[in-house]
């Protein structure tokens, strides 16, 4: 048993995680709509899936059984250690029941078992849910400010999780 599931109490017991490594019609479609609900034009698409299956790594998240949160990884090629959380979410409906703090614990865990011992992630500055889960449940740190990151107006914050902090 790994250290996630001992951590499990009755309320995480409705969340599952799972790595996701190919999909139907159904769950590329429910993914597709997670992502777009939160990213809306920068979400993934019928094309991008794709080669985060193959050459990334995808998580899943469920809600008793329904998909409900969805994570893409890839790794870092100048760093073979860092891993980059592309996109991290979590239907807008289930927002609130610990569904997106128990992804990102499981990814957290899962990372040094494949190699890596950092993670980074770009947040955007409103997004005050998903800076509060990375500064004070997982104690990320913020590297930078990246003004201009998505073009003029969309900057974020960098924060970096490491295993070793």
């Not at 995480?12 to 034009?41: N, Q, S, T």
């Not at 469920?62 to 073979?80: I, T």
């Not at 004070?136 to 073009?151: D, Q």
Request: aromatic fraction near 14%; hydrophobic fraction near 40%.
């Amino acid at each position: 048993m790994s250290i996630y599931e001992k951590q499990l109490n009755s309320k995480d017991k409705a969340i599952k995680i799972e790595m996701v490594k190919e999909v139907d019609e159904y769950l590329r479609e429910i993914m597709l709509l997670i992502d777009e609900e939160a990213f809306g034009l920068g979400s993934l698409n019928h094309w991008s899936l794709p080669p985060f299956l193959h050459y990334g790594r995808i998580y899943l998240a469920r809600y008793y059984g329904k998909p409900v949160g969805v994570a893409e990884l890839m790794r870092d090629w100048r760093d073979p250690c860092l891993a980059y959380l592309y996109g991290y979410a979590v239907a807008q409906e289930y927002s609130g029941k610990g569904i997106g703090t128990t992804m990102l614990r499981h990814i957290l865990e899962a990372l040094p078992r494949s190699g890596f011992t950092r993670l980074q992630i770009v947040v955007q500055p409103e997004n005050k849910a998903a800076l509060h889960i990375c500064e004070e449940k997982f104690r990320m740190k913020r590297v930078e400010f990246l003004e201009n990151y998505y073009g003029p107006g969309e900057g974020r914050w960098l924060l970096e999780w490491s295993w070793q902090w």
